[in-house]
């Protein structure tokens, strides 16, 4: 695990398994339907439990880089921020801003919902084939920019799926804040 303050609240990187997380929130790196999917997706709608998948056939869908809540069904967590990445073709198709808006408004949704702690899985890099390295400099660093400009919220915790994925944003985490610890 690695962390750094950002102001009073934490920014935190940590392996391990999104559904397992106790804080307020956790993040779905969704697809447009929201009816569910493989990978994160996929995980999070089976340890959810059905309530999950029925309060997202109500909501509709959700547009690349939006983000909408429901609640956690069975899980740990509380709520559930769905949120749509996008699909990575070459870098020039505005995939960079879309990435950071699903951050950015995942964040805004949690700070209007009153959530205190969120935590994020890695977003677009699994099936939509966002470069790692790329895809946890924009993460980390609307991360940041969203702590300042939410202070209600206390913690962001990246839940990283494997030692590649951590060591990528452990890298881009020591750029962002050399410090770090």
């Known amino acids: 695990m690695r962390g750094v303050k950002i102001g009073s609240a934490t920014l935190e990187l940590v392996e391990g398994d999104i559904t397992k997380q106790d804080t307020e929130a956790i993040a779905n790196a969704a ?18 439990g059905p309530q999950i998948l029925e309060e997202c056939r109500r909501i509709g869908g959700c547009p690349t880089g939006e983000a909408r809540i429901t609640t956690g069904g069975r899980l740990p967590a509380r709520w559930v921020i769905h949120t749509v990445g996008p699909v990575y073709r070459d870098g020039r198709h505005g995939e960079a801003e879309l990435l950071a808006r ?12 009153g959530i205190r ?37 206390a913690l962001v915790r990246f839940v990283l799926f494997g030692q590649a994925a951590y060591r990528a944003y452990d890298a881009a985490l020591a750029q962002l804040v050399p410090d770090a610890s």
């Open 31 to 48: 697809n447009t339907s929201l009816l569910g999917g493989g990978g994160v997706d996929g995980a999070i709608h089976r340890a959810g």
């Open 117 to 153: 702690t969120v935590a994020f899985p890695s977003i677009s890099t699994g099936a939509y084939g966002y470069p790692l390295a790329e895809a946890a400099r924009i993460a980390l660093t609307t991360a940041r920019d969203c702590l300042t400009a939410h202070p209600g919220i």
């Open 102 to 113: 699903a951050y950015r408004n995942s964040l805004s949704l949690a700070s209007e919902h």
